[in-house]
Nanobody, 122 residues
């Protein structure tokens, strides 16, 4: 069983940066790939980024590639999402998802955090 807690969300002006954290409990966390998924207001959830269990492989959606960086520290049971050059359209609730895989598209895993709100203002 893995429990996930996101943090680091908030309000930021367009062009600014935020770093989200996903802290996990459970000794098996380092064996899971982890994804960040977001849900913009009034829209469905969408894939943002995924990182492999070792941290060696990562994937990004086209809308964030080059601006966001996913990383992990398995010693701390934590996955990060560094978000730079934020745009208004990045406004969403961001969720951490463990156990997912990426093979051309993202397949959700079984474990979700509660989400953290990111609001980008003009």
């Amino acid at each position: 069983q893995v429990q996930l807690v996101e943090s680091g969300g908030g309000m930021v002006q367009a062009g600014g940066s935020l770093r989200l954290s996903c802290a996990a409990s459970g000794r098996t966390f380092s064996t899971y790939g982890v994804g960040w998924i977001r849900q913009p207001p009034g829209k469905e959830r969408e894939f943002v980024a995924h990182i492999s269990s070792t941290g060696r492989v990562s994937y990004y959606s086209g809308s964030v590639k080059g601006r966001f960086t996913i990383s992990r520290d398995n010693a701390k049971n934590t996955v990060y999402l560094q978000m730079n050059s934020l745009k208004l359209e990045d406004t969403a609730v961001y969720y951490c998802n463990a156990g997912g895989t990426y093979s051309g598209s993202y397949q959700h895993g079984d474990y979700w955090g509660q989400g953290t709100q990111v609001t980008v203002s003009s």
